[in-house]
C-alpha cells in the first residue's frame, strides 16, 4: 500500500498570530506522524490582506490590479513561510513554495485569476524528497509577462511569470484544485466552524451539523450566502470527483464532507438554509416594453463587472413594464451611477433601490420537483408576518428576498418548518 | 541623443508610510518627467524588516535560512507595488518586479546571497515599453532549487528559482548592480542624510559633507561604521566603474559623488573619521606560541560565520603570548560558546571579553604613505586622555580601539585636529 496523500488547507483565523501558527504545525506534525505524506495550503494570517488593502487605498483610489496582485500574494507567502519555520521546529522537515513555485499557473485575470493548469514537478520532487509541502494559496502565476519579452522567454520563465490572485476565498480552490491535479486521498479544508450546518448556528440555535451533502447543495448553499466555502472550490471538486472535509482546526471532531451522493434522488429534502445580507434590489418602473432594453440595462452592469442575481420582471400591462433585479449591496452606488442616465435615454418611469434587503433561501436536491415546499416556505413567512418581496427558484433552491430586518426570525421559522433540527437516517447511511 | 538612464534607490525610511511613499513618487515623477528613463530600486518600508523577523522569532528561536529569506522579501515586494501605484495614479506609467523576475539571480547563500549576474531581458522590455521599472531591493533567485527537479528545469524555471536575500542593506547593492548591468547614466542612492560627511554629524557638530569621495576611501568608512552606504555596493561600483550619488530623499540638494578621484594620490590628506560601537573585544591570555594555535582560534569562529575584525598579538615571552581581537558585539555571546572549552583544550591561562568599547578610524587614501597621520591621532587621543586598546592600519585608514563612553569626544578632537571642517580645494576641482 502507498503512502496516502492528504491536501490539508488552513484558512486565514487558524494562522492569525504565531500561537496559533504553532497550533497548526503541531496538528500537521500529528498527521505527518500518522505515516501520511502532506500537502498543506494556508492563507494569509488573520486581517492581513485586509490590512495590505488598506496600506494600498491610502495610496490611491484605484490601485493598479496587477501591482495590487503583488501585494496581497505577499500575505500568503508570510504565512506559508512561517508554518514551514514551525514546523521544522518540531523537527519535521517541509518547504514553502509560493503559488508559481507549486506550478499553479492561471489566467491573465488580476484579482480573480482562474486556474489554468498545475505543473506539479517542484511539489512532487519536494513530496518525494520526504517533505511537508506547504503552498501560498490564493495565488498563481500567469504567463501574461511573456508577451513582453516576445520570442526569448518560455511560459515558466521566472522573468515573465506573473503573480495572480484568485479573488477571496481562492485559497480553498488552491487547496481543492490541488487535490485533484495529485490525486490525493483526502482534500481538508479548516475553518473556524467545525463543518456545514443546517443554517447559521449563530442565529438558530438548534442547526444541525451536517455528516455529508452533496456538491450541487453545497455550491446553492455557499452561492446563497453561507461562507464556509466558496463556490468556486466545491465547483471544482464537483468537476473532479474530490471529496473535501470541511472541519475545525480549533477542535479534534468529524466534520462535513462534501462529495457525490448517490442517495440523492431518493432524498427530496431540503438539507440546509443559507441567508446574505450583502444584497441590494433595484426596481426600474415603467420600462418601454420593447425588444433590447435588458441588453440595455444589464450590459453596462455586466460590462461593469456588478454581478446581478436575481432578476424578477413583471407582466407587462399598457406597453410598459417594472423589471426588479439584485446586486451585492456594496456596488449599489457604482450601479446607480450607470443606471441613472439610461432613465431618462430609455425612457423609464424611475428607478428606486433598496439596500435593507436581504436573501433566505432552502437547498436541498431534488426539491424543485417535489410538491409543497415552495409552498411551505412562503406558508412559513406569511405567518410569521413577514413580507416576500422577490422569489426565484431553481432545481434544488428556493430564494426568497425579505426585509433585512426580518432574517433571524425568517431563519429560525424554517429551521423549525422543514424539522432541519432532526438527524436524518438516510444522512447517517450516506455518511458511512 | 539617446534617452539618459537614471537607476533611483530609495531607502525604508523613505518609502516608511503612504505619505512618504507619495511624496517618493512625485520625485520619480519630476525624474521622469525631465526625460529620463528611470530604473528604481526601493527598501521595505520603515521597520518592517525588523517586524518580520519578530515574527519568525516568536515562531521559532532558530527560523529556517531559507524560509525566512522568502518572508524577508516580501517586504520588498510590497514597497515596490506601493510605489507602482502611487505613480499610476500620478498619471506615470510603472511596473514593479521581483528581484527574481528582474533577473538577478545570486548564489545559493541565504541570508547574504552574493549577486552572480543579471538577465536584463525583463526590465529592458518594461523600459522600451515606456515604463518606469520599480525594482524590489535586497533580493535576488538562486537556481539551488534545480537540482531537485533534475533535468527538467531550466535556470530560470519559475518552479525552480529560489529567492535569496542580500543581508542588511543589499538594497543599495541591487541598485548599483543593475546600474552597472544597464550601463547607467547615474545611480543615486536616495537616504535619510544628505550624503557623506567627514563625521556623523549628530556627535561631530562641524562635519562637513564631502562632494566627492574616492571609492575606497568610502569602502574604508563604511567599513569602519559609516552606516549610509553598504561597503558591497561601493565595491561593486568601484568594479563596475559606476558612478554612485549619495543624496536625500526629503530635500533637493546636491549629494556626495562616489567616483574613482585621479586626484588621490596627490591629495594624502585625511577625509572622514568613521566610528562603530557594535564592537566587542576578545582577549586570550597565555595562548601557548606554537604553530596551529591560531587556526584552533579562528577556524571555528569562521566557520560559525564570526566575522573577527581587527587582531592584535602581542610579542610572546617565555613560551606563550596573548591574542586580542575583535567581532561584532552582537556575536560575543555566541563566540564565548565556540572558544570556552578551547581554553582548556589548548592551555590557555585566561580568557576575557570587553563589551564596552568602539572602534574610531581616520580614513584617507595615501595616510599610510604620508608621515605624520598616525602620530597625530595617537596625540590628539592622549591629550584627551582617551587610552587606546588597539590599533590597526591599512593603505588608507588608522584604526583605533578605545573605550566606548569615550567615543563622542574622541570623533570630535579628532576631527578638529584634522581640520576636517575647512573646505578643501582640491575637492572642489574633482567634484567641479
Given at each position: 500500500m502507498s503512502t496516502p496523500l492528504v491536501v490539508m488547507k488552513f484558512g486565514g483565523s487558524s494562522v492569525a498570530g504565531a500561537e496559533r501558527i504553532k497550533r497548526v504545525a503541531r496538528r500537521i506534525a500529528r498527521e505527518r506522524t500518522a505515516g501520511s505524506n502532506l500537502v498543506v495550503i494556508v492563507s494569509a494570517m488573520g486581517d492581513t490582506t485586509d490590512e495590505l488593502l488598506a496600506l494600498a487605498a491610502a495610496i490611491t483610489d484605484d490601485p493598479d490590479p496587477r501591482e495590487l496582485d503583488v501585494l496581497l500574494a505577499t500575505g500568503e507567502h508570510q504565512s506559508a513561510t512561517l508554518v514551514s519555520m514551525a514546523l521544522h521546529s518540531l523537527g519535521v522537515a517541509a518547504i514553502s513554495l509560493t503559488g508559481p513555485q507549486a506550478g499553479i499557473t492561471t489566467d491573465g485575470t488580476y484579482g480573480k485569476a482562474r486556474i489554468a493548469?498545475?505543473?506539479p514537478r517542484r511539489v512532487n520532487a519536494e513530496l518525494a524528497a520526504g517533505k511537508v509541502v506547504i503552498v501560498a494559496g490564493f495565488q498563481g502565476m500567469s504567463t501574461k509577462g511573456v508577451a513582453e519579452l516576445e520570442a526569448t522567454?518560455?511560459?515558466?520563465?521566472v522573468h515573465a511569470a506573473e503573480i495572480t490572485t484568485l479573488g477571496r476565498g481562492g485559497s480553498d480552490t488552491t487547496a481543492v484544485a490541488l487535490a485533484a491535479q495529485l490525486r490525493a486521498d483526502r482534500c481538508q479544508i479548516f475553518t473556524d466552524v467545525k463543518g456545514i450546518y443546517t443554517a447559521d448556528p449563530r442565529i438558530a440555535p438548534d442547526a444541525r451539523q451536517l455528516s455529508v451533502i452533496g456538491y450541487e447543495e453545497m455550491m446553492e448553499l455557499a452561492h446563497q450566502g453561507a461562507q464556509v466555502m466558496q463556490v468556486r472550490a466545491v465547483e471544482l471538486g464537483w468537476v473532479n470527483g474530490v471529496t473535501i472535509e470541511v472541519l475545525s482546526s480549533f477542535e479534534d471532531a468529524p466534520g462535513t464532507l462534501i462529495k457525490e451522493d448517490a442517495l440523492v434522488e431518493q432524498r427530496n429534502k431540503v438539507r440546509g438554509l443559507a441567508h446574505d445580507r450583502n444584497v441590494a434590489k433595484i426596481t426600474l418602473v415603467?420600462?418601454?416594453?420593447?425588444?433590447g432594453v435588458a441588453n440595455h440595462v444589464f450590459g453596462p452592469l455586466a460590462d461593469a463587472g456588478v454581478i446581478v442575481d436575481m432578476i424578477v420582471q413583471n407582466v407587462g400591462h399598457g406597453g410598459s413594464t417594472d423589471i426588479s433585479f439584485t446586486i451585492p449591496r456594496v456596488e449599489l452606488a457604482k450601479a446607480k451611477r450607470l443606471l441613472d442616465p439610461l432613465v431618462r435615454e430609455l425612457g423609464f418611469v424611475d428607478m428606486t433601490t433598496d439596500s435593507s434587503v436581504a436573501k433566505v433561501s432552502i437547498v436541498g436536491a431534488g426539491i424543485q420537483n417535489a410538491p409543497g415546499y415552495a409552498a411551505r416556505m412562503f406558508g412559513t413567512l406569511a405567518e410569521a408576518g413577514i413580507n416576500i418581496e422577490m422569489i426565484s427558484t431553481s432545481e434544488i433552491r428556493i430564494t426568497t428576498i425579505i426585509a433585512e430586518d426580518r432574517v433571524e426570525e425568517a431563519v429560525r421559522a424554517l429551521h423549525a418548518a422543514f424539522s432541519l433540527e432532526q438527524p436524518e437516517a438516510v444522512e447517517a447511511a450516506a455518511a458511512g
Amino acid at each position: 500500500m502507498s503512502t496516502p496523500l492528504v491536501v490539508m488547507k488552513f484558512g486565514g483565523s487558524s494562522v492569525a498570530g504565531a500561537e496559533r501558527i504553532k497550533r497548526v504545525a503541531r496538528r500537521i506534525a500529528r498527521e505527518r506522524t500518522a505515516g501520511s505524506n502532506l500537502v498543506v495550503i494556508v492563507s494569509a494570517m488573520g486581517d492581513t490582506t485586509d490590512e495590505l488593502l488598506a496600506l494600498a487605498a491610502a495610496i490611491t483610489d484605484d490601485p493598479d490590479p496587477r501591482e495590487l496582485d503583488v501585494l496581497l500574494a505577499t500575505g500568503e507567502h508570510q504565512s506559508a513561510t512561517l508554518v514551514s519555520m514551525a514546523l521544522h521546529s518540531l523537527g519535521v522537515a517541509a518547504i514553502s513554495l509560493t503559488g508559481p513555485q507549486a506550478g499553479i499557473t492561471t489566467d491573465g485575470t488580476y484579482g480573480k485569476a482562474r486556474i489554468a493548469g498545475i505543473d506539479p514537478r517542484r511539489v512532487n520532487a519536494e513530496l518525494a524528497a520526504g517533505k511537508v509541502v506547504i503552498v501560498a494559496g490564493f495565488q498563481g502565476m500567469s504567463t501574461k509577462g511573456v508577451a513582453e519579452l516576445e520570442a526569448t522567454a518560455t511560459a515558466s520563465d521566472v522573468h515573465a511569470a506573473e503573480i495572480t490572485t484568485l479573488g477571496r476565498g481562492g485559497s480553498d480552490t488552491t487547496a481543492v484544485a490541488l487535490a485533484a491535479q495529485l490525486r490525493a486521498d483526502r482534500c481538508q479544508i479548516f475553518t473556524d466552524v467545525k463543518g456545514i450546518y443546517t443554517a447559521d448556528p449563530r442565529i438558530a440555535p438548534d442547526a444541525r451539523q451536517l455528516s455529508v451533502i452533496g456538491y450541487e447543495e453545497m455550491m446553492e448553499l455557499a452561492h446563497q450566502g453561507a461562507q464556509v466555502m466558496q463556490v468556486r472550490a466545491v465547483e471544482l471538486g464537483w468537476v473532479n470527483g474530490v471529496t473535501i472535509e470541511v472541519l475545525s482546526s480549533f477542535e479534534d471532531a468529524p466534520g462535513t464532507l462534501i462529495k457525490e451522493d448517490a442517495l440523492v434522488e431518493q432524498r427530496n429534502k431540503v438539507r440546509g438554509l443559507a441567508h446574505d445580507r450583502n444584497v441590494a434590489k433595484i426596481t426600474l418602473v415603467g420600462v418601454p416594453d420593447r425588444p433590447g432594453v435588458a441588453n440595455h440595462v444589464f450590459g453596462p452592469l455586466a460590462d461593469a463587472g456588478v454581478i446581478v442575481d436575481m432578476i424578477v420582471q413583471n407582466v407587462g400591462h399598457g406597453g410598459s413594464t417594472d423589471i426588479s433585479f439584485t446586486i451585492p449591496r456594496v456596488e449599489l452606488a457604482k450601479a446607480k451611477r450607470l443606471l441613472d442616465p439610461l432613465v431618462r435615454e430609455l425612457g423609464f418611469v424611475d428607478m428606486t433601490t433598496d439596500s435593507s434587503v436581504a436573501k433566505v433561501s432552502i437547498v436541498g436536491a431534488g426539491i424543485q420537483n417535489a410538491p409543497g415546499y415552495a409552498a411551505r416556505m412562503f406558508g412559513t413567512l406569511a405567518e410569521a408576518g413577514i413580507n416576500i418581496e422577490m422569489i426565484s427558484t431553481s432545481e434544488i433552491r428556493i430564494t426568497t428576498i425579505i426585509a433585512e430586518d426580518r432574517v433571524e426570525e425568517a431563519v429560525r421559522a424554517l429551521h423549525a418548518a422543514f424539522s432541519l433540527e432532526q438527524p436524518e437516517a438516510v444522512e447517517a447511511a450516506a455518511a458511512g
